[in-house]
């Protein structure tokens, strides 16, 4: 199982989000956490624009990493959004995003954070899966693509 699959539960994963801009997906995000997790949304979106005020977690090819520090949170997290319309993000080829892959980590995390941050890199270099990913119409299909994808094994 890749790092992203095993903090991704199947009910973080929503398709067709309906949010105009970056600060309604981040709204909409911070409601998932919060309904699902018990993590307050305000907490959830302070830290994900805190972090996106340092440079946009857009990669470009349409999908964005944004991520944030959760204090009190115990293990990291991850949930799917694909909106409707694709909106502005800054990302470095000016293509508007999809497709976001949300990631909560501990406040004190950091190699497990920049392992997972990398993994879900590799994972989105995939050219043939990052457009199955912007295009599957059930969230179901899109949590079992991202759950069945595997990384490439190290050598070191």
């Known amino acids: 199982m890749n790092r992203l699959a095993a903090i991704l539960p199947a009910s973080n994963v929503l398709v067709n989000v309906d949010a105009s801009s970056k600060k309604r997906v981040f709204e909409q995000a911070g409601l998932l956490f919060e309904n699902n997790h018990s993590i307050a949304r305000a907490s959830v979106t302070d830290n994900l624009f805190a972090r996106e005020r ?65 993994e879900i890199a590799e994972m989105l270099s995939d050219r043939e899966l ?27």
């Open 54 to 118: 340092l440079g946009s977690t857009g990669l470009g090819h349409g999908v964005a990493i944004p991520h944030g520090r959760i204090k009190g949170l115990k293990n990291p997290l991850a949930a799917v959004l694909r909106v409707q319309q694709s909106i502005g993000f800054d990302a470095p080829d000016d293509e508007p995003v999809s497709l976001l892959i949300f990631l909560l980590v501990p406040e004190a995390a950091t190699q497990r954070h920049l392992e997972i941050l990398s």
């Open 130 to 156: 990052r457009e199955r990913l912007k295009t599957e119409h059930e969230a179901a299909d899109l949590h079992r693509l991202i759950s069945a994808w595997e990384p490439l094994k190290s050598v070191a």
